[in-house]
């Protein structure tokens, strides 16, 4: 029989790959309701399943709620915020590379929150590592290129998928604190919790920013319901397995096997969007992915 705390690998798999397909649906968004109203589509329509979701584990769990403590609601908060800023940047970036290649911009991550380490709280790494870092960070320049005299504008797209990278790697901490924070044994409620917390925040406030700033792009959001509701049943889904996993073991491992986004990402970018992958940006990624996963595989 298969220990529940290996569990977290098969949660993460299912959860990369709805990740990817979410994003495929989003992206098909963006012409209709905007950069915004794209990025607003996995809360607003994702929310109402997270209470589905909570409705179900309640009625299943034979343990009362948890109480949520300021602690909870201060990692969700922040978790949360970065996550649409996260979420926004990414399909900006989208807009100007193709799918896969953005996805493997994401996958700079956990790239990032080691040399962050390294420069905020002095951590000491060795030569192998700062090689797997030097090893991804030119995959990520040898994505960018375009060539015919096109790199210069490649690297718009290259720092806003880098950025989004750092936000979506504050949230992939935030939300672990704030599972751990929950007194509760039982995984799957506090995971749970976390979620519908964490979406019904995002939802009330980017409605309430696009209501104020771009009340057009809420209109449309409403009128194109259909696409945005499988979008946002494919996004509560997938966020279920992450914050599943997140509860059950650290945010750097699943976000190290988290790396196989980008080899979903490449057959959903081909069977679903059609986008051609040059051999450049294919050899790019194989150089993110195997820096990044050398990284993490020391620690």
Not at 13 to 40: E, W, Y
Not at 148 to 154: D, F, V, W, Y
Not at 258 to 268: N, Y
Request: aromatic share 10%.
């Amino acid at each position: 029989m298969i220990p529940e705390s290996s569990f977290w690998i098969l949660f993460t798999v299912v959860a990369s790959l709805g990740q990817v397909l979410r994003n495929a649906m989003q992206t098909s968004l963006i012409k209709t309701v905007g950069i915004a109203g794209a990025t607003h589509v996995r809360f607003l329509y994702g929310f109402p399943f997270a209470l589905a979701f909570l409705a179900i584990v309640h009625a299943s769990v034979p343990t009362s709620a948890p109480p949520l403590s300021l602690a909870f609601f201060g990692f969700v908060a922040a978790a949360a915020s970065a996550q649409v800023i996260g979420t926004g940047l990414m399909l900006e970036a989208m807009k100007h590379r193709s799918f896969v290649v953005t996805t493997a911009y994401l996958k700079t991550e956990p790239t990032q929150v080691a040399i962050s380490g390294a420069l905020v709280l002095g951590d000491r790494l060795s030569a192998v590592a700062w090689a797997a870092i030097f090893i991804a960070t030119a995959g990520v320049v040898l994505t960018a290129r375009k060539g015919g005299g096109e790199s210069a504008l490649a690297w718009r797209p290259a720092a806003l998928g880098l950025i989004s990278a750092s936000f979506f790697a504050v949230a992939a901490v935030g939300y672990r604190g704030a599972i751990q924070s929950l007194p509760t044994d039982h995984f799957v409620l506090a995971a749970t919790t976390a979620l519908a917390a964490a979406l019904g925040l995002q939802a009330a406030g980017l409605s309430f920013y696009l209501w104020v700033a771009d009340r057009r792009a809420l209109v449309a959001l409403m009128r194109c319901w259909k696409p945005s509701l499988l979008a946002g049943l494919t996004g509560a889904a997938s966020s279920q397995f992450w914050f599943l996993a997140f509860a059950l073991e650290t945010a750097a491992m699943v976000r190290t096997l988290a790396l196989i986004e980008v080899l979903f990402a490449g057959v959903i970018s081909g069977a679903l969007l059609k986008q051609a992958i040059r051999a450049n940006e294919a050899l790019g990624i194989a150089l993110i992915v195997f820096g990044v996963g050398l990284l993490l595989a020391m620690g």
